[in-house]
């Protein structure tokens, strides 16, 4: 299976903390950028953040940065978003997705046309 597969979304009060999971194929995974994006109530799909293949280069958008932090283990081909100090703005469709570049030396890491597999979303719905 090529797609990923995205878990752990729910309901959150504000300030409250949440940990997705995603898992890929070795295919999918393996040597490739992995990036998280969300799309929330009546707005267009935005980048939130990705890792490089190797986990020592992480890209975050402005919105996460300091409050999010991805990670990934290449023993269990998964990538993991924890979200600490979630705000109701956070609340969206969250995707994972891989990239078949290994890594990016450019901000080109947010463009979504750059990933090549995506998963089907996990909803998280922070209240106020």
């Known amino acids: 299976q090529a797609q990923p597969v995205e878990s752990g979304g729910g309901l959150v009060q504000a300030g409250g903390s949440l940990r997705l999971s995603c898992t890929a194929s070795?295919?999918?995974?393996?040597?490739?950028?992995m990036g998280w994006f969300r799309q929330g109530p009546g707005k267009e799909r935005e980048f939130v953040t990705a890792?490089?293949?190797?986990?020592?280069?992480?890209y975050y958008s402005d919105s996460v940065k300091g409050r999010f932090t991805i990670s990934r283990d290449n023993t269990e081909n998964t990538v993991y978003l924890q979200m600490n100090s979630l705000k109701p703005e956070d609340t969206a469709l969250y995707y994972c997705?891989?990239?078949?570049?290994?890594?990016?030396?450019?901000?080109?890491?947010?463009?979504?046309?750059?990933?090549?597999?995506w998963g089907q979303g996990t909803q998280v719905t922070v209240s106020s």
């Open positions: 070795v295919r999918t995974f393996t040597g490739n950028t």
């Open positions: 997705a891989a990239s078949r570049k290994p890594q990016f030396n450019d901000n080109s890491y947010s463009h979504s046309d750059e990933y090549n597999f």
């Open positions: 890792v490089n293949w190797s986990g020592g280069r992480t």
